[in-house]
């Protein structure tokens, strides 16, 4: 079994860049994809990124194309989202998921951090 927990959150000025960590603690021989979400005040949890097995795949949700980058290391199990060009819509809770395959629908991933608060201002 796999245990998550996110870091690297925090308060930024919009233009700026944060990156994030999640810490994997894996219990079985398999190898998860690791995948980045985040949810706003009042809207539902949306998908930003995902990375698969292999480093060389990964897929992006349009809105964070260009801006976000998902990255993993094995040596750590530590996966990365480094966000550059940050606005104030970007505000929300960040969380990283574990699943089987890379997905962009949260139903797919099977562990869930407990996420970490980014905030941008103005």
């Known amino acids: 079994q796999v245990q998550l927990v996110e870091s690297g959150g925090g308060l930024v000025q919009a233009g700026g860049s944060l990156r994030l960590s999640c810490a994997t603690s894996r219990r079985t021989s398999v190898t998860y994809v690791m995948g980045w979400f985040r949810q706003a005040p009042g809207k539902e949890r949306q998908f930003l990124a995902a990375i698969g097995w292999s480093a060389g795949s990964t897929a992006y949700a349009d809105s964070v194309k260009g801006r976000f980058t998902i990255s993993r290391d094995s040596a750590t199990n530590t996966a990365y989202l480094q966000m550059n060009s940050l606005n104030p819509e970007d505000t929300a809770v960040y969380y990283c998921?574990?699943?089987?395959?890379?997905?962009?629908?949260?139903?797919?991933?099977?562990?869930w951090g407990q996420g970490t608060q980014v905030t941008v201002s103005s």
């Open positions: 998921a574990a699943g089987l395959y890379t997905a962009t629908t949260q139903g797919a991933y099977r562990y």
